[in-house]
């Protein structure tokens, strides 16, 4: 029988390398379609978690679905690579791009995953690679090594790069929702990869002419949001200057219906993702000879914002004749976004560090993250949202979850020292509001 076939009427097995924010949801979404599914990660405690059918992800399709595909026998998870590549006929690849410390690509995991799988090429598979890298990446890195098998592609495997888009925790957007781009190594490579993704997702598959082209809409994606991020902290910053409501603008802008997406300025960029995929592509582009000029401009501006922020709290402090050394912050939000509790490179990070070297003194709060450690420091999440702020000068929203938006402005001031301030980064609270309790009303892009 065909790999076709097989992905046709689902007696194809797959196998999933990394079980992290993007493996997870992908065995789920494979087992849903009817697929044999079987895992495998590194990190035993994952492993465990998948195999008793518990959810560490914050993704409402895998929470609603895991366990009772678990329960069926139709995943199961390894650290084992061995136990789970042989028998497979799909293998996905979905383990960690970070940046190193020099801020360059880390491939490491990448090029460890080809050379393990280069082991197990036995009969034909279909290899996709999702994890996120700069053009060039499955051609000129993983083709080699997966061929130091003595296997070809194209011919003896299939292969494949087919990015991650998933946008977890965001319950509009599962990821079958989400359209798939697909780009093979040569056209069966393509049949079978949007064979495959046509079979797990709701959504359509885009196939493209190569895995180069999928790698650069990827960075293309990423870098889009990057810059236009850095737009709108820039433009924030000139007109909290100019006096001028900027979100108001960009709301108002919202309203063209062609040639504007709005985006919104906030304390930083952070996640996984947005913050690290365009310096892939900076690399590349040096390797090249070529200096990505606006991804550095943008790094700049979105780096300065945290500081920015705390100036202009420091200087709100001042005028009401409060020392900052002797001031008590409460900070809201230390994931980078709402409703999770990922921390990786999240702005409140940033703010915890200057907050510090200012000599603030400090209280947080994430209904999501119990405790964080920077700088040298820890900090416990306060047992309320109100108990936070007890005898504090100011609070600061740096996280827009919902639950922020909750509380009676009254509420917050009756906790606080007098005259306090309100530092809405997210811009969840309204001026009036604010202003009506008492607060003195700082907020990104808002005079
Ligand atoms: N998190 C997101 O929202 C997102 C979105 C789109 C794309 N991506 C990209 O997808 C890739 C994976 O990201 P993630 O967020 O799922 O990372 P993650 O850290 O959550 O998960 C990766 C997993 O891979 C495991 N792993 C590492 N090396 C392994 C190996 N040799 N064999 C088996 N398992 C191994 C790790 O233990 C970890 O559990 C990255 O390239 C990332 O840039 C992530």
Redesign the pocket.
Known sequence: MTLEQKIADRTASVCI???????LPLAVASAEAGFSVVG????KG?VDMVNKGVCY?EDPYVKEHLSTLVSAGKIRATAK?SEALPSADVVIV????PLDARENPDLS?LR??AR?IAQHLTDYKLIIV????FPGTTEELIRPILERSGKKAGEDFALVYS??????GNSQFGMTKIPKVVGGLNTESTKLGAAFYSAILLARVVSVSGPSVAEAT?MLENVFRYVNIALVNELAELHEELGVDFIEAIDAAATKPFGFMAHYPGPGVG???IP??PFYLVYKAKKAGFNLRLVQASKAVNKEMPAHLVERLSKSLREKKKTPRKSKVVLWGLAYKDEVKDTRRSPSLDLLKLFKKTGFKVQVYDPYVPKISVGGSSYESASSMLDSLDGADALVIATNHKIFAKPEMSELKARMNTDPILFDTRNLRARKEAEDAGFTYLATGRP
């Open positions: 390398i990394g079980l992290g924010y993007v493996g495998v990660d590194l990190d994952k992800v690579h979905c383990v960690p791009t995991y460890t995953t393990i999702e994890s996120t890298s990015p991650e888009r998933i946008d977890y990827k996640g996984h993702c690290k995929d």
